[in-house]
């Protein structure tokens, strides 16, 4: 499975449930994406979970999770989660 066919239907329910005024289930969903594409950003074929399909394809999609939920996320929380994100979280 490509790697935008594995991430849109989790992309897709985070922004139904934002349209839906789910802010909380939006919120959570967002996390959830982030922290799986932290995970598959710079994994080998051996890791068992799969490989970015290209070397910016999970910064790019953590860049739309996080502007389409605004500040809806603690970035604080998420740059102690994902450290070598912190740019693009812009927390210091």
Do not use: K, N
């Amino acid at each position: 499975m490509a790697g935008e066919e594995a991430v849109q239907p989790f992309l897709d329910d985070m922004s139904r449930a934002a349209s839906l005024g789910l802010h909380a289930t939006a919120q959570a969903t967002g996390w959830g994406i982030l922290l799986g594409l932290y995970a598959c950003r710079d994994l080998d074929d051996d890791s068992g979970l799969g490989r970015a399909p290209a070397p910016d394809f999970t910064a790019d999609h953590a860049r739309q999770v996080l502007q389409e939920l605004g500040t809806g996320l603690p970035r604080e929380a998420l740059a102690r989660e994902l450290p070598e994100w912190a740019w693009l979280l812009r927390v210091r």
